[in-house]
């Protein structure tokens, strides 16, 4: 599947820093430690309707670990799949009278002009699952050829694994596991489950829904497996991040990963799990299911600068579940027309110390909130104190680093 650009990411002088990022498995912040190439993939899209705001913020989160990785000097392999069949899609489709693959070509299309828009740097690999059904159902039927999952009528389930490591990167109990299947499309109840836990690996084949003939049988695949097969035949196992939304921790990241460590007998399937807060509007997650999407191509469609739209996003910590309110865009204009005209200046004040300062709070769990702060008091002494602004090389140098660590171009 097509990628969309990448964008130029400027060098910067000086000493980049170590990563450090909170790992859901590990209840902390701990460094990251990838080799020459770090080894990145963020779960993408179901293409029914995109893209909001919730997407946009858990797609710029990961974005800032490769502009922190590439600065720190490493290369950076970034893989993120399509869901572009699945029963939303499908439900979606027969709504509108529309076929699903253009439904999902179509909304696919839409993301990719979006996250160009944003200047989100592009997956090497950009993977849809339709391109893939045929290694996902390789995958499904060593699992059940290895008795790591079994037959319930014309569906193959995995089986819960019983290593007790089970339930390790999202730190649940059984009672929460439960209950979160139920909400986020899992079958906890279906009669003849061996466990109600057990994750559906493919949907065998139903009237009036698509279907491909397979290894596994006529049908599709589940939703967790594919994550699970898609990263790992691209990167391997123990990538160093594996990310997404919070709504993602439990199933689909656990059973991702649980699905990849038994194919492989390795472990762990990843060595951070880290997972973005959720965007909320009118004291709500803002989700497909509400009704309640603000979409970043509308906001481009009324005029928006997609730079704004990127500042307002960072404004907040990547973790928290935040809110967009009426306030917040127009505040990130504010600050986009602040830091432009800072940075158009003849002279600023001292531009490394600033560098230094923003890498170090970057390193630390990606604290947007303190960059935007220290960026806008230079900001401020650059354009009402001209005369402390000593240092004619401090705007261009902020720029590029405005640039090459924020992704926002002024």
């Known amino acids: 599947m097509q990628s969309w650009p990448t964008p130029d990411v400027p060098e910067l002088p000086g000493t980049a820093r170590p990563l450090r990022l909170y790992d859901t498995a590990a209840d902390e912040v701990r460094p990251t430690a990838p080799g020459a190439t770090a080894r990145i993939y963020v779960c993408g899209i179901t293409p029914y309707d995109a893209t909001h705001l919730g997407h946009a913020a858990t797609y710029l989160a990961f974005d800032l670990v490769q502009r922190l990785w590439l600065d720190a000097g490493h290369a950076v392999h970034y893989v993120q799949n399509v869901t572009d069949i699945d029963d ?37 690999d950009y993977v849809g699952v339709v391109e893939s059904v045929e290694e996902i159902a390789e995958a499904v039927a060593k699992l059940l050829a290895d008795d790591h999952a079994y037959r319930l009528e014309s569906d193959i389930y995995a089986r819960t694994p019983s290593n007790g490591r089970f339930g390790y990167e999202s730190r649940y109990s ?11 499309g899992g079958d906890p109840d279906r009669p003849g489950k061996h466990d109600p836990l057990d994750a559906l690996l493919w949907r065998g084949r139903r009237e009036g829904e698509p279907f491909w003939e397979t ?14 097969v898609i990263a790992r035949n691209r990167l391997g196992m123990g990538i160093d991040v594996q990310g997404g939304g919070s709504d993602l921790r439990f199933p689909h990241h656990e059973h991702s990963a649980a699905h990849a460590e038994a194919l492989t007998g390795e472990w762990p399937f990843a060595r951070h799990y880290v997972h973005a807060g959720m965007i909320g509007l009118d004291g709500e997650k803002m989700s497909k299911s509400r009704g309640n ?70 390193a630390d769990d990606l604290d947007t909130s303190g960059v935007l702060a220290a960026v806008d008091r230079w900001a401020r002494l650059t354009v009402e104190q001209p005369g402390g602004a000593t240092d004619p090389t401090a705007p261009e140098l902020v720029g590029r680093m405005v640039d090459a660590l924020l992704g926002v171009k002024l």
Do not use: N
């Open 293 to 362: 999407l603000v979409f970043v191509s509308k906001l481009r469609g009324a005029g928006v600068d997609p730079m704004a739209i990127r500042l307002a996003l960072l404004d907040g910590h990547y973790r928290a579940d935040r809110e967009w309110t009426g306030g917040r865009l127009p505040q990130a204009e504010l600050r986009l027309a602040g830091w432009r005209a800072a940075t158009a200046a003849p002279a600023g004040p001292d531009g490394m110390a600033l560098l230094e300062h923003v890498r170090d709070r970057l």
């Open 174 to 184: 059984r009672e929460q596991m439960l209950t979160l299947f139920a909400e986020r």
């Open 88 to 124: 939303p899609l499908l439900e979606r489709a027969a709504a509108t009278g529309t076929g699903w693959s253009e439904l999902a070509e179509r909304e696919t299309e839409l993301y990719r002009q979006d996250m160009t828009a944003l200047r989100v740097l592009p997956p090497a």
């Open 215 to 228: 290894a596994a049988g006529a049908g599709r695949p589940g939703w967790h497996i594919e994550c699970s």
